[in-house]
């Protein structure tokens, strides 16, 4: 199992242009999520989804957006990119959302904008 | 609204020494408390959980937490540090109830000196 995986590893956008950072598990689980960590803050959620066709809002979500057509992956856009989306981007996936499994996490995105 | 503290940004250890980082959190009803730990330029790995049972609870690389409801404390401990440990430790709450979120704290950042 590859786990979690995302893409790219770093990337340096300018103020208003728009992209999208991939995340693919191959656990077949139910749950996956987003969040961005930033110093001193811990890590936030910015979206979550409960399996294909489910997604819903978390703590940041503002200039994100997600979709979920498969069960397998789980990108995340960013529609007009503002220099406070710098940031490193996580995706994690679990199980399920329910009872207490844990979190598996990618490796992250080094996000730069300009 | 749930919340986890980590009162500690840095804590330095000795080679062989105990070691413990501390948490507290707020929660309705029940929590789910959860250790991470990040190397850097990594995401985050799981070291164990609290759901229901034991206060005690044992996870990896020789790691344990002890739940304390009456303080509303969690915190990581280890018998022994070792240098391969320095990482930032994040704790992390949720409900056992409805609520899907993870709740982060804002981690500390562990170093063991040899």
């Known amino acids: 199992n590859a786990g979690v995986t995302q893409t790219p590893k770093f990337q340096v956008l300018k103020t208003g242009q728009s992209m999208t950072l991939q995340c693919a598990q191959d656990m077949n689980h139910e749950y996956m999520s987003w969040y961005r960590q930033d110093p001193g803050m811990g890590l936030r959620l910015i979206h979550y989804s409960v399996g294909a066709g489910i997604t819903d809002q978390g703590e940041v979500p503002n200039g994100y957006n997600v979709s979920r057509s498969t069960t397998e992956d789980f990108p995340l856009r960013l529609l007009s990119a503002a220099p406070s989306q710098t940031s490193v981007y996580f995706c994690a996936s679990s199980y399920s959302d329910r009872v207490g499994y844990e979190q598996y996490f990618g490796p992250g995105t080094r996000l730069t904008v300009t | 609204a749930q919340s986890v503290a980590q009162p500690e940004d840095q804590v330095n250890v000795a080679e062989g020494n105990p070691l413990t980082v501390k948490c507290t959190y707020s929660?309705?009803?029940?929590?789910?408390l959860f250790w991470y730990v990040q190397y850097p330029n990594r995401g985050l790995q799981f070291l164990l959980k609290?759901?229901?049972?034991?206060?005690l609870v044992k996870g990896s690389y020789g790691f344990e937490a002890e739940f304390n409801k009456s303080q509303t404390s969690f915190h990581l401990k280890k018998p022994s540090a070792l240098v391969s440990d320095s990482a930032l430790y994040f704790c992390?709450?949720?409900?056992?109830?409805?609520?899907?979120?993870?709740?982060f704290g804002s981690g500390t950042q562990l170093t063991v000196l040899p």
């Open positions: 929660v309705s009803g029940n929590p789910y």
């Open positions: 992390a709450v949720r409900p056992s109830g409805s609520a899907r979120q993870l709740t």
């Open positions: 609290y759901i229901t049972g034991d206060n």
